[in-house]
């Protein structure tokens, strides 16, 4: 099945600084969201970019879907962006399946 | 409107037991999920349903169960656990996936298996 990698796998910013992070996916995708997972457990819709770039706020996000990649970037972070960020794909190859990246876990201190 | 909840949000239940985790959405999504999600990794989908028919079963053991009674709601039924079933379970909505793919999760159901 497809593969989805994402980095870094932890990162520690500083209040108010900036971050990218990484999507690299194996196959062709239809679809590919980004979510933030809070402390609780709940999976908060960031973007649904299967390509294109788009921003929301201080966050945006692009996807080269010719190759394979997707990057969240996030500005002027703060003590609220911290959790767990994951993309997920929806591969061109298998109905309704979706596959998560094995996600990148963010803290920011203030 | 955009929720998807899920009830109960904690569940502790013994290996014998009988439980069910309930799931609804009413923003006329045709297309429901269930996602298992153990601690410090990314979830997995376990099934998919599609206009209230069972599309997908990602080879999950039989002690769970899913139904779909309505295009609104979703059950996940529980019979003879095991510790390692110990789980986040999420459950989805969207489009059916002729259209927007785009999913919505509830918050989830944390169940401990003793």
């Known amino acids: 099945g497809i593969q989805v990698e994402q980095s870094p796998p932890d990162l520690i910013l500083q209040e108010g600084a900036n971050s990218t992070l990484r999507c690299n996916f194996s196959?062709?995708?239809?679809?590919l969201q980004w979510f933030h997972q809070n402390p609780w457990g709940q999976l908060i819709n960031l973007f649904y970019i299967p390509s294109g770039t788009k921003q929301n706020g201080r966050l945006s996000a692009t996807t080269v879907a010719t190759e394979r990649y997707s990057l969240l970037y996030i500005s002027s972070s703060q003590t609220t962006d911290s959790g767990v960020y994951f993309c997920?794909?929806?591969?061109?190859?298998?109905?309704?399946?979706?596959?998560f990246g094995t996600g990148t876990k963010l803290q920011v201190i203030p | 409107d955009t929720e998807v909840t899920q009830t109960p949000k904690h569940l502790v239940m013994g290996m014998t037991n009988k439980k069910s985790l309930k799931c609804e959405q009413h923003m006329g999504h045709r297309a429901m999920y269930w996602y298992k999600q153990k601690a410090k990794k990314p979830p997995e989908l376990m099934f998919v349903?599609?206009?209230?028919?069972?599309?997908i079963n990602e080879s999950v053991p039989s002690r769970f169960s899913p139904e779909c009674p309505n295009s609104s709601l979703l059950n996940l039924h529980l019979h003879a656990l095991q510790p390692e079933d110990s789980a986040l379970y999420l459950c989805?909505?969207?489009?059916?996936?002729?259209?927007?793919?785009?999913?919505?999760f509830g918050p989830g159901t944390r169940l401990t298996v003793t």
């Open positions: 196959d062709s995708v239809n679809n």
């Open positions: 349903y599609s206009y209230e028919k069972l599309s």
């Open positions: 997920a794909v929806l591969y061109s190859g298998g109905y309704q399946k979706v596959t």
């Open positions: 989805a909505s969207s489009q059916a996936a002729e259209s927007s793919y785009e999913q919505y």
